[in-house]
């Protein structure tokens, strides 16, 4: 779907900023203390090479030491839209005016095919270095009567979520498959959706990770209405 696609069928862009400190941290599922993570370098996701669902980086924290990064994608239900599109699902945004998240932000953009059928697809990340920790900004994290985004995520110990705005909707759930976070209410202004995802493992044992993308609502109608999406930005990834 071109970038001028009928927005106002899933949400409404409130231009007013609602950004406020502090910050509210929510630690969940975090049964061990995280070890201090490393050396970190941030892998932007315009410098990932494409083929299929498959995308494949570099993470060098020096010019001797670095790891090879392989995301791979699946579908588990619904389907993901615009997927050979230059700004459309598992492409990193080339401009700015999508309503998603910022230009080299990683998009995910969805929608339902059968009514009461939740949309769901999955990110699998494989490194060739263990892993300490890995942070990323989750842009337009938002909800409405017809969707509710999602983001379950499985293979560290310990599972932050920072929620960026204090007056929007808390983001509630513990961040895995199963109970994945999403926003407690109707939150529609994407300008202050943003949260920051931080995992973390008490060893240096984690190698491979998945964060699944899904729509919470219970009962989702077929098609545009049901459309969702949000962008993850550069990703930081600690050894």
């Known amino acids: 779907m071109p970038d001028n696609h009928p927005q106002s069928t899933r949400r409404q862009v409130l231009k007013a900023s609602a950004w406020s400190s502090p910050v509210i941290l929510m630690a969940v599922n975090a049964p061990f203390a995280a070890a ?80 009461g059928a939740q949309a769901r697809q999955r990110l699998s990340f494989a490194s060739t270095r263990p892993l300490k920790q890995v942070k990323f900004l989750v842009y337009d994290f938002s909800r409405t009567p017809t969707y509710s985004d999602a983001l379950g995520t499985t293979g560290f110990e310990a599972m932050t979520v920072t929620r960026l705005n204090t007056t929007s909707p808390p ?48 009962n989702p109608p077929a098609g ?9 930005s550069g990703i930081e990834f600690c050894f």
């Open 36 to 115: 201090s993570p490393g050396r970190c370098t941030t892998m932007p996701w315009t410098s990932t090479t494409r083929s299929g669902d498959i995308r494949t980086g570099s993470a060098a924290t020096s010019s001797a030491s670095s790891a090879t990064i392989t995301v791979s994608r699946s579908t588990i239900s619904g389907a993901p839209q615009n997927p050979v599109a230059i700004n459309g699902n598992f492409a990193p945004l080339n401009v700015s005016n999508t309503g998603a998240g910022p230009v080299g932000a990683l998009r995910l953009w969805q929608q339902s095919t059968v009514a």
């Open 224 to 232: 545009a209405n049901s459309q969702q999406w949000i962008s993850l």
């Open 171 to 218: 983001v509630i759930g513990a961040g895995s498959v199963a109970s994945p976070w999403t926003r407690s209410a109707v939150w529609t202004t994407e300008e202050s959706s943003t949260v920051e995802v931080t995992l973390s493992s008490s060893s240096s044992v984690v190698t491979s990770f998945t964060l699944e993308y899904s729509n919470a609502v219970p």
